[in-house]
């Protein structure tokens, strides 16, 4: 795993790491997610999604805290180091919810929260609504927000700000697929607390603000076309 450094529009920082820098069985999923061939495949589109989800919930738990404990065997005991506390798993509905399940399926004992946000469409820029929210108590938590795709990264940033109502967590990591540069600009810019763990970080936005190549909408590819 390597600190971001492949594009020069992003500032390189400890805080933001690409999980796709380096060659592992996580390009292979991703590049099924982008493959338009097999993207046909809803459920291998959902299937791969929460691989890469248990991919990084396993990266990002080298970050968080554990204590020492002693079980026993069958045959005698052992000491281990078990986690302190589940982090609280957010995600934002509805194409967040195959990639919050790989995290769920590592962390699965964590509580979760859910936000339903989407995109004004027909503006010259970015709106964002935010219509619904659901969290637990966050003050002193790990909290880990997931969404599969960061665009403009205004959805996220406006969802974490609202989530912030149910408390102050201790500690702030954001995980996402595929990023635009200008995406990963603005969120390490209005959550600065926060460590951002991305698969990828692609060429650009276009002018509607999709990210480029990317792979085409998520939700869409998960459950199929909306009106």
Request: glycine share 6%; charged share 20%; aromatic share 8%.
């Amino acid at each position: 795993m390597e600190t971001l450094k492949p594009s020069s529009a992003v500032n390189s920082s400890d805080r933001v790491h690409i999980v796709c820098a380096e060659p592992s069985i996580a390009n292979h999923f991703l590049a099924e997610l982008r493959d338009v061939d097999v993207q046909r495949d809803s459920l291998r589109f959902r299937r791969n999604l929460q691989r890469l989800g248990e991919i990084m919930a396993y990266r990002i738990s080298s970050q968080l805290s554990y204590t020492e404990k002693t079980v026993k065997t069958p045959l005698g005991e052992s000491s281990s180091k078990q986690l302190r506390d589940f982090p609280v798993l957010a995600t934002v509905l509805r194409a967040g919810l195959p990639f919050h399940q790989g995290f769920l399926n590592y962390f699965d004992q964590s509580p979760s929260a859910f936000a339903a946000a989407y995109r004004i469409e027909g503006t010259s820029q970015v709106q964002v609504q935010v219509d619904y929210l659901s969290a637990p108590n966050l003050d002193e938590r790990v909290l880990i927000l997931v969404d599969p795709m960061l665009a403009s990264g205004k959805s996220l940033v406006q969802t974490y700000r609202a989530m912030l109502r149910f408390g102050q967590p201790r500690q702030v990591h954001i995980a996402a697929v595929i990023a635009s540069p200008e995406g990963v600009e603005y969120v390490t810019r209005e959550i600065p607390e926060a460590t951002l763990w991305v698969a990828a970080v692609d060429d650009h936005l276009n002018e509607q603000a999709y990210i480029v190549p990317g792979l085409g909408d998520a939700g869409d590819l998960s459950y199929g076309s909306k009106l």
